[in-house]
């Protein structure tokens, strides 16, 4: 029996082998960052967080570049979220 195991270390992480798993995540937005309200999804009770399409995917990713099209408005939480952090290798793991 082999286990495969993905030991992928924060330097192996750059933009051009980004597969953008943290797109499939819940985003909140928690402040006005520009986000156009057509990739807002508003709750019962008035939250909002970005919304997703069909496919479990923000709806502001471009699926041909895996790139976000709202970049320079995206969401706090988007801005924070830093590429080979732990929670980045984290979402690959989990996800690839």
């Given at each position: 029996m082999t286990i495969k195991v993905k030991n992928l270390l924060a330097q192996?992480?750059?933009c051009?082998?980004?597969?953008?798993?943290c797109c499939?995540?819940?985003v909140m937005?928690?402040?006005?960052?520009g986000v156009p309200s057509k990739y807002i999804y508003v709750d019962e009770h008035g939250s909002e967080t970005m919304l997703r399409l069909d496919d479990g995917w923000c709806s502001a990713l471009d699926r041909n570049t895996l790139m976000c099209s709202i970049y320079e408005n995206r969401p706090w939480v988007c801005r924070e979220f830093e590429m080979g952090s732990f929670e980045c290798i984290n979402e690959r793991t989990i996800k690839l």
């Open positions: 192996d992480v750059t051009s082998n980004c597969k953008a798993c499939s995540l819940e937005i928690i402040s006005d960052t």
